[in-house]
């Protein structure tokens, strides 16, 4: 009998979780599953309870929540051969998006049901693991006013984004990788186990998170109307063909900067040294994954998943 934990973060994103604990719980014990549930209520809850359900012997552990309680669950996990489940319950939902796991709840689960499990890469950065994207230069610097907002959410990423953009001074950087070094000022240097942050911005999206390699992409300093079109080509896409951009693939990189500061690790802001040590861990993680996935194409894997997210936020709407 499959045994499993249900870990929910009840603050991850703006969805209503009332009631989600009793769905899961329906669902799996018809199916003979052994589940418990149990809730974070706070940074770190999340990998002490998948510590403590792998020494109870759970073969399963599901994390509800977003890429920070992804993180945490699965950090704990890596190396063991206990399944990561995922209820995406976040703001981003970055890892489940790329995994194509559906972000409606009930659809979600059914991808937990159907057992299909698939070993996935993680990287570390500096000891610290990270599952969907980590990065320096802007994007750190929006989770960091993303974390200090009272509210959660798309509507917050925008605003922080917005607010973020409007002060931000791109800095420089040392970057070894692939037996070279670039130096040079940059928007943001982004590296990436999967295609995007969340939301759908596909900071990476031809990343492939089982090759054994992470994608590096490199945004240049530019004027604001040609930052600001990098952002649209993220939304849209095409980021690869964007003017500003340089990418490449590599399963370790060090990244210099001029002094310590903000990074960010699956979206969460973390102050950090001025070197970082970044390596990709082939296979490092079992994931319960959607047995179809669809490749993505620009344009029509954002407008079609943007269109799904306007659906399920209005079912929420009307669940509320
Ligand atoms: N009960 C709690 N109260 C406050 N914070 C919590 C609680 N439980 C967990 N946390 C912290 O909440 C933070 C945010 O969680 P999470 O990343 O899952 O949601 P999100 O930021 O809304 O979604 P995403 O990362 O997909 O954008 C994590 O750093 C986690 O450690």
New binding site residues.
Partial sequence: MPKARLII??????RNKAGLDRMVLDVLSQLGWEVEVA????????TRLALSAIEKGCDTVI?A????????TAAALCGTGVILGIL???????L?RHLGIPVDLKEGLKVIIENHAMEIDYATVNDCKFFCTCGVGFDAAVSAA??KKKT??KLT?IQSTFQTYASYEPEHYTIMANGKTLTEKAFLVAVCNASQY??NAYIAPSASINDGLLDVTIIHAGNTLSTALVGVDMLTGFIERNMLIHTFRTDNIIIERERKGASHV???PMEMDRRLSIRCHHNGLKVFTPTVVHPFRPILTPVSAMFNDFRIAVNNLFQK
């Fill in positions: 973060n009840p603050i991850s994103g703006t809730y974070t209520k706070g940074h770190g809850d999340a994390a929540g977003g890429d920070g309680t992804i993180n945490e995406p319950c976040g703001s981003g939902n970055g489940a993303f974390a959660r959410g990423y969340g939301n699956d979206g969460e």
